[in-house]
């Protein structure tokens, strides 16, 4: 059974068809899609522009990344859930999807970029933690964030319009 | 002028002719609508949720509303830019949309709250009351968050 084959059996299951036919269950899902892009990019935003020195300077860089960590992954909840729902409904659709796939690398490469932030440079956060201007390699990671989560988002409403 | 009138004039602009008659203007404008939404949803939300009491509690109310109110301005500017050239392309579609009004309605309290909370919210020698503050907190936010709502909603009604 190929990857597509699983895909289309996933968008045929009984749950998928509902969603996809659905006149409300759908925009809903794909409402709470979006707005949980505020909540989990919008706070993501946040401290990357922190770390990039663009605002909330004054603060600590930790009081910054702990009192939003908790919204963000609340955030990040509604969109995994509600992605996996709009997923469910169209999965051989999205599977071939250039756009779509562009979006999960990404999606990996931001995950890479926080690990690789949190592992290392974060370690020493005591030593800049008041600092307006953050150490290269954090305002690096704060670039990152910020230009990798706009691809993010361009690749997803790229997916909708069906453009390769 | 009728008001129809004047929704056609704004889909016979030359500019509305230039989105329409392109394949990728619409998809790109509409992402940095999207990249907009995000940043002022986003620092609206926290500010509020500061101003609930629930986030962000290491600082004050106007610590944190003074340094990202400057990026929710930011973003609703280039929500409202971005928007206004979707709205060109498609007036006449948003003319006939029963959710394309409560979006603007929704649209116009937002901005008005956030002019006569604006100062009272940054300020850190406001004497706003921590109830008034909440009952600001949650207006805002069921305005803006029903920007986007009735905004999704215009694809589908």
């Not at chain 1, 409300?24 to 990039?52: K, M, N, Q, W």
């Not at chain 2, 329409?20 to 940095?32: A, C, G, H, K």
Request: a positive charge.
């Amino acid at each position: 059974m190929s990857i597509f084959e699983i895909c289309q059996w996933i968008q045929d299951s009984s749950i998928g068809t509902g969603i996809r036919e659905s006149t409300y269950v759908f925009p809903l899902i794909e409402a709470t899609h979006v707005l949980g892009l505020a909540v989990s990019v919008g706070t993501i935003a946040i401290v990357d522009l922190r770390l990039i020195g663009a605002t909330m300077t004054k603060e600590p860089v930790t009081d910054v990344i702990e009192q939003l960590q908790p919204w963000t992954l609340w955030g990040f909840v509604s969109m995994f859930l509600s992605g996996g729902l709009l997923f469910w409904s169209e999965a051989a659709r999205l599977y071939p999807s250039y756009s779509y796939r562009t979006k999960f690398i990404f999606l990996f490469l931001l995950g890479v970029n926080a690990l690789v932030f949190h592992s290392t440079t974060y370690k020493s956060v005591d030593s800049w933690n008041n600092d307006a201007v953050t150490p290269f390699r954090a305002r690096m990671a704060g670039w990152i964030g910020i230009t990798f989560w706009a691809v993010v988002i361009f690749m997803g409403r790229w997916t909708a319009y069906n453009l390769k | 002028m009728s008001l129809l009138d004047l929704f056609k004039w704004f889909d016979a602009t030359p500019i509305s002719k230039i989105i329409r008659d392109s394949t990728y203007i619409f998809p790109v404008v509409e992402v940095l609508h999207l990249f907009g939404l995000t940043l002022l949803l986003g620092t609206v939300t926290v500010i509020s949720l500061r101003m609930l009491g629930v986030g962000m509690r290491r600082q004050s109310v106007s610590e944190v509303a003074s340094q990202l109110q400057p990026w929710s301005v930011g973003a609703a500017i280039l929500t409202i830019v971005s928007g206004i050239l979707l709205f060109l392309s498609e007036a006449m579609k948003c003319y006939a949309n029963a959710a394309f009004p409560y979006k603007m309605w929704l649209l116009l309290g937002g901005i008005v709250l956030f002019f006569v909370a604006h100062r009272r919210v940054t300020s850190p020698t406001s004497k706003l009351s921590s109830g008034a503050m909440k009952v600001i907190a949650v207006l805002s936010l069921i305005l803006w968050y029903g920007v986007a709502i009735a905004g999704r909603a215009i694809a589908f009604v």
